[in-house]
């Protein structure tokens, strides 16, 4: 699986979040300064190419929808940066968002009641 651009990322996000959509739907969506129609049009080639999107024609107007789930795409990035930079272990991820204060306790208890129900 290809690494996003942050541009790309934000797209995403949004056909994620629509199902299926065109262009247009995408472009109406993000924030202001919108970027023009044809930037939008060159992300979603580079997002069909990098096999993110498929797309099909309705007469003259082309849905586009995910390949790969968001899920998917987060649990792949996301073990990347576990194991590149925390020694590919959790407890020294959550550990270090503890240690900056951007972790509360009750997130943190709210993370092992999650543990605790998925064991069960």
């Known amino acids: ?3 996003l651009t942050p541009q790309e990322e934000n797209v995403m996000l949004l056909v994620w979040q629509l199902k299926e959509c065109a262009i247009k739907d995408v472009v109406e969506k993000l924030e202001e ?3 023009p129609y044809t930037t939008v049009a060159s ?5 069909e190419s990098k096999r993110y999107l498929e797309k ?4 003259n ?3 586009f929808k995910p390949l ?3 899920a998917a795409y987060k649990r792949h990035f996301l073990s990347g940066v576990v194991q590149s930079y925390f020694d590919n272990s959790y ?3 959550v550990s270090f968002f503890a240690k900056e204060q951007k972790i509360t306790t ?3 208890s709210e993370i092992i009641r999650l543990i605790e129900k998925n064991q069960k």
Request: no cysteine.
């Open 1 to 3: 699986m290809e690494r």
């Open 33 to 35: 300064p919108r970027p």
């Open 43 to 47: 992300i979603f080639k580079n997002l």
């Open 56 to 59: 099909r024609r309705f007469g």
């Open 61 to 63: 107007v082309k849905v």
């Open 68 to 70: 790969i789930s968001e």
């Open 91 to 93: 407890k020294e991820l």
């Open 106 to 108: 009750e997130e943190l």
